[in-house]
């Protein structure tokens, strides 16, 4: 064999060595990114059951605290179709009296996450404050949520609070 064979043949060995570790690569990469979409259908699918759970234990307490249960039901109330809901609702609100976003704090752009601590605005503790829903709010933020029940003897119970759909 030639030096020039030689040469040709470990450039190709390592060629092919290239190609099985990119290969290898690849397959690896594919294997994870398999068991990762099969993964995230479980953990949707886990994260639906547990949402629906949730709604269901909601919707219990709800009737529960109106002195209902589910045969006194005739039909389920929406936000979007609820006339005369006047239900309430936990938004965090800046403490400090002095702050911008404390006059702001029933304003819808304003509301913040629930578990956030303090102001963007001024670094201030947020409190928790029970608020009525306005009807803007109802409409846009719980139009699907369950804020009431329609009994089976045409009394109209509503919910103090919106459940979750
Ligand atoms: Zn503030």
């Known amino acids: 064999m030639s030096a020039a064979e030689q040469v040709v043949n470990v450039l190709l060995e390592v060629d092919h060595d290239a190609h099985v570790k990119a290969y290898d690569r690849l397959k690896q ?12 259908v479980l953990k949707r699918k886990a994260l639906d ?34 006339h005369g809901y006047v239900g309430t609702e936990q ?12 006059y702001e704090r029933f304003n819808r752009r304003t509301h913040r996450p629930m578990e956030q601590e303090t102001c963007n605005q001024c670094n201030e503790p947020l409190e928790t404050l029970t608020v009525p829903i306005s009807k803007q709010r109802l409409e846009l933020v719980y139009g699907r949520h369950i804020v009431g029940v329609e009994t089976n003897d045409g009394q109209t119970i509503w919910f103090k609070e919106p459940v979750a759909p």
Request: proline share 2%; charged share 25%.
């Open 29 to 40: 990469w594919d294997a994870a990114y398999d068991s990762h979409k099969k993964l995230a």
């Open 49 to 82: 059951v547990f949402g629906q759970l949730g709604t269901a234990i909601g919707y219990e307490r709800a009737l529960a605290y109106a002195g209902l249960t589910r045969d006194d039901v005739a039909r389920q109330i929406r936000g979007a179709n609820a």
């Open 91 to 102: 938004i965090k609100g800046c403490k400090n009296p002095n702050c911008d976003q404390k």
